[in-house]
């Protein structure tokens, strides 16, 4: 069966600090990968996805950047982050398909200080 | 484009009392919907889904019906529990080798005992 790591799962980290959150996916190949934000009391923000290694698509522009360095990988980066980078940080993976929806990992909290 | 219309929250019940959580869409063609859980610091699970017009999910008692004519899909449960509550999100997936899930804002629901 399919499974969604993402960790860690909280985080407190200083202004300008760098970032580095990972999620990797098990049992599956070539899925599509997604991490999205959540701040706050609010929905959910697509940040970037991607269809396969190397390819990347960002839906904001921002202080955040991701990559995909193999199949089942994805990492969520910043340089210096700030403090509106604060959030529950979601990772997810779908299968091709208009059926397939979604798995979401677990989440990371964020909490820029 | 497309986009997803979910009732505005918070919702409070009393346990045992019957549940409705608006849905409705704006889509081209023959979208998926979906229904998400999400419990207090966890990421988001899939409740039910339907892939088709007149498809009804259903999952932990909780039913939703896919009705194109009115482009929506309410959630619905008869009984609701305290374990319960949560914030629903309802979702829309289109799309072939990019799967796209449009998000509603999401609705918070607290059941008292």
């Known amino acids: 069966s399919q499974t969604i790591h993402q960790w860690p799962a909280t985080l407190v980290q200083p202004v300008g600090s760098p970032l580095s959150l990972e999620c990797t996916v098990e049992?599956?190949?070539?899925?599509?990968l997604y991490w999205y934000r959540q701040a706050a009391g609010r929905g959910l923000q697509l940040l970037f996805y991607?269809?396969?290694?190397?390819?990347i698509s960002s839906e904001v522009p921002q202080n955040l950047s991701a990559s995909r360095p193999q199949d089942r990988q994805f990492i969520l980066s910043s340089k210096k982050l700030l403090l509106s980078d604060s959030g529950f940080y979601l990772c997810?993976?779908?299968?091709?398909?208009?059926?397939?929806?979604?798995?979401f990992g677990s989440g990371t909290r964020l909490t820029v200080v | 484009g497309d986009s997803v219309t979910q009732m505005e929250g918070p919702v409070t019940l009393s346990e045992e009392a019957f549940l409705t959580i608006n849905c409705t869409y704006t889509?081209?063609?023959?979208?998926?919907l979906f229904w998400y859980v999400q419990y207090p610091g966890e990421g988001l699970q899939l409740l039910l889904k339907?892939?088709?017009?007149?498809d009804k999910g259903s999952n932990k008692g909780f039913e939703a019906t896919y009705r194109k004519e009115t482009t929506s899909f309410h959630l619905e449960k008869g009984s609701v529990q305290v374990s319960d509550s949560a914030v629903y999100f309802c979702?829309?997936?289109?799309?072939?080798?990019?799967?796209?899930?449009?998000f509603g804002r999401g609705t918070q629901l607290t059941v008292w005992p």
């Open positions: 339907a892939t088709k017009a007149d």
């Open positions: 991607s269809v396969g290694i190397g390819q």
């Open positions: 889509a081209t063609g023959y979208p998926s």
């Open positions: 049992g599956t190949s070539n899925p599509n």
């Open positions: 997810a993976w779908s299968g091709q398909g208009k059926g397939y929806g979604y798995t």
């Open positions: 979702a829309l997936f289109r799309g072939s080798t990019l799967g796209r899930l449009y």
